[in-house]
């Protein structure tokens, strides 16, 4: 302390707790009072609260700028794509395709349903049935990015390409086609 017989402290708080302290002191023979306390009390939970908005506002900006660029990005490749040649595949080039290890074939293994978990196979019937994403979230109480999650976890379990060759081999194994 510098030469004062009264002293005060309080917190800087955000919400995730204290980020610093501000002092105050009175020169000799003036007491820090009640008033004084509660003036620099408020002082600090109002630099506090503004120290906080400004850093979620830099978040904020970031986050912005992250999300520009990401749609920049997504806006050129679907611009390449938009321009690519297609071609299509003649039945010998099918055939040596599907010949290529890795690639799936028309039988479904049935261990393959069995390694699905209890939620993938919740996520798997209502796909079988024809729900879109936005209806098994809604049937599921889930959010619609988790269903896609799902959904590619048990393309790739099955070995799938896309939904309609995952629900085309599970009628064919079990019969139902």
């Known amino acids: 302390m510098l030469a004062a017989d009264s002293y005060v402290v309080a917190p800087i708080t955000v919400s995730t707790g204290v980020i610093g302290l501000v002092h105050g002191s009175r020169p000799s023979g003036d007491p820090v009072n009640v008033v004084v306390r509660d003036m620099l009390g408020a002082y600090a939970r109002?630099?506090?609260?503004?120290?906080e908005r400004a850093m979620l506002a830099d978040r904020l900006s970031e986050q912005k700028n992250v999300i520009v660029q990401r749609l920049q990005q997504e806006a050129r490749e679907a611009e390449l794509l938009e321009h690519a040649d297609v071609s299509f595949l003649d039945?010998?080039?099918?055939?040596?395709?599907?010949?290529?290890?890795?690639?799936?074939?028309?039988?479904?293994?049935?261990?393959?349903?069995?390694?699905?978990?209890?939620?993938?196979?919740?996520?798997?019937?209502?796909?079988?049935?024809?729900?879109?994403?936005?209806?098994?979230?809604?049937?599921?109480?889930?959010?619609?990015?988790?269903?896609?999650?799902?959904?590619?976890?048990?393309?790739?379990?099955?070995?799938?390409?896309?939904?309609?060759?995952?629900?085309?081999?599970?009628?064919?194994?079990?019969?139902?086609?």
């Open 46 to 51: 109002g630099f506090g609260t503004l120290f």
């Open 91 to 177: 039945e010998t080039s099918a055939e040596q395709v599907s010949a290529l290890p890795g690639t799936p074939h028309d039988d479904l293994n049935p261990a393959a349903l069995e390694s699905l978990t209890t939620r993938e196979r919740e996520v798997f019937t209502l796909l079988v049935r024809g729900a879109s994403n936005a209806e098994i979230a809604n049937e599921l109480v889930i959010s619609i990015f988790t269903v896609k999650t799902h959904v590619k976890k048990i393309l790739r379990k099955l070995g799938a390409m896309n939904r309609s060759e995952a629900i085309y081999r599970y009628l064919a194994m079990t019969g139902q086609r």
